[in-house]
């Protein structure tokens, strides 16, 4: 089977840097993404990591280790409208994608 | 600018209704996904569509069916609503790693 867990909430201060982290357990892996959701939105897709390392877009990085089964989104400069929830997703051979349950991020003034 | 559409964004239907979500995208795209969305329980997938009418059941098939007459159109059934099945319905289409999400339907059955 498959699952990838991550935190539930996680706070930061406007201007700083935030982490959320994802552990992932599958049966064939190919690769992690990460999506964003606002209240009311849909997702929407940030980035994809399918070799180990940092994958840098703006004031957003991703990160992935395949010997650790760990991956992580790294939100630099947070700015107010960064609070939304943040999903890690793994896709399989058919195509499909797991989603983790998702991490929201509020940020404090 | 991509695009995808879905028929509605807020629904209310009574128990035991048949009722249709439409999912349109203008990408020419082969992959077509239907998921819902709930407190807590993040994503979970349907069903999806790798070409014209075909189907393949996702996580979370049962009490829906699908429909791909057309490249472009994706369209869940739900054959007798029920209250469980009151959710955010999100259609997307793209690959395993990259996904393109429409706007979502809230769907509430009373």
């Known amino acids: 089977g498959q699952s990838l867990e991550q935190p539930s909430e996680v706070t930061a201060v406007e201007g700083a840097i935030v982490q959320i982290n994802c552990t992932y357990q599958t049966s064939g892996f190919y690769g992690l993404s990460w999506y964003q959701q606002h209240d009311g939105g849909a997702p929407t897709f940030l980035s994809y990591n399918a070799l180990d390392g940092l994958e840098e877009t703006g004031r957003f990085s991703s990160f992935l280790s395949r010997s650790d089964s760990y991956g992580y989104l790294l939100l630099q400069e947070l700015q107010m409208k960064d609070s939304a929830s943040y999903f890690c997703?793994?896709?399989?051979?058919?195509?499909?994608?797991?989603f983790g349950k998702g991490t929201r991020l509020h940020i404090l003034p | 600018d991509v695009k995808v559409t879905q028929s509605s964004r807020y629904l209310v239907k009574r128990t035991g209704e048949k009722v249709f979500l439409e999912c349109v995208q203008d990408?020419?795209?082969?992959?077509m996904f239907w998921y819902r969305q709930d407190p807590g329980l993040g994503l979970r997938l349907i069903y999806f569509?790798?070409?014209?009418?075909?189907?393949e059941k996702g996580d979370i098939p049962e009490g829906y069916s699908v429909s791909r007459e057309k490249k472009e159109r994706f369209s869940l059934i739900l054959e007798s609503a029920s209250t469980n099945q009151t959710s955010m319905y999100l259609c997307?289409?793209?690959?395993?790693?990259?996904?393109?999400f429409g706007p979502g339907t809230r769907l509430t059955v009373t």
């Open positions: 997703a793994a896709p399989n051979r058919d195509d499909k994608i797991i």
């Open positions: 569509s790798y070409d014209v009418k075909m189907k």
């Open positions: 990408m020419d795209h082969e992959n």
């Open positions: 997307a289409w793209g690959s395993g790693y990259e996904q393109y």
